[in-house]
C-alpha cells in the first residue's frame, strides 16, 4: 500500500513496517515517519502498539487507554490505593520482580493512616496547572515507588492530551531523529535512571508533535500518549 507521506514523498506503508520490524534499519525507519505529514502511516504506527501488548495483558491495557478521569477523580481513598496497586502498577510494571518491588513502597500506605496522604497527593494532581510538566511529574513522583517514569505514566493514563509516558524506549527512537532541536539533550540522557527534568524535555517533544500531527491532519485526535505509544513500538 502507498500513501503520499511529506514533501510529496510516497511511502509503501507495508514495506516501511516490514523495514520497521528487522533490526538495524528499524531505528532509521522511526526518523522517516517522525518527518512524515502521512496520516495513514501515523495510524498504522499507532494501531501498531497493540500488536506488542500480551494478551493476557489486553485488558488492562485497553482499560487504561480508555481511562475517564472524572472516575479517578470521584474515588475516595480505599479506592485509589486499590487502583494503584491492582491497576495503575500492575499496567506499568509488568515484570513480576518489578511489579513486587514497586507495591512494596506501595503497600506502605495502607499502615498507620497512609491512605489519606495518598489521597492527598491524588487531590493535588487533580489541582495543579497541567501546562506544568516538571509540577505535575513531582506531585505523582511523591507517590512511594513512583520515579519519574511511573510518575509520566500515571498522568499519561489520566490526562493523555497533555502528558506521555516516559521510559527507555521513548528515549532511544528520539535519540535516532536529528532534527528535534532536543537532540542532544536526549541523546546525553540514562534511559534508564530518567529524572523529571529529562521527563519535561521529553513531554515537551511529545505535546510538540502531537501538535504537529492535529495541524497538518486538521484534527484533534493526536495526544502526547499517543506519541508516546508509537515511540514505545518504534524502539522495539
Known sequence: MWSEGGKNKYINT??????????????????????????????????????????????????????????????????WYKFLMEKYFRWKYTAPNRYAS????????????????LYKIKEELFAFD??????????????????????????????????GTIDQFAVKALSEIPEL??????????????????GVVLINVMRRKARELNRAFSTERWTPRRVDMILWTCAR
Open 102 to 117: 514497586t507495591t512494596k513502597m506501595l503497600k506502605t500506605y495502607s499502615e498507620d493512616n497512609g491512605l489519606l496522604l
Open 181 to 198: 532541536p532536543e537532540i542532544e539533550i536526549i541523546r546525553n540522557m540514562k534511559p534508564l535512571s530518567l529524572r523529571v527534568r529529562d
Open 130 to 163: 497541567r501546562d506544568d510538566i516538571e509540577h505535575g511529574l513531582k506531585i505523582a513522583t511523591s507517590i512511594k515507588g513512583l520515579g519519574a517514569a511511573g510518575a509520566s505514566g500515571l498522568l499519561a493514563v489520566i490526562f493523555p492530551a497533555h502528558f
Open 14 to 79: 507495508s514495506d516501511f513496517w516490514s523495514r520497521q520490524s528487522q533490526k538495524g534499519p528499524a531505528m532509521n525507519n522511526t526518523r522517516e515517519m517522525w518527518n512524515s505529514n502521512d496520516s495513514e502511516l501515523w495510524e498504522e504506527a499507532l494501531s501498531r502498539y497493540w500488536t506488542f501488548v500480551k494478551p493476557s495483558n489486553m485488558s488492562l491495557e485497553k482499560e487504561m487507554d480508555q481511562l475517564d478521569p472524572d472516575i479517578v477523580k470521584a474515588m475516595n481513598p480505599e479506592e
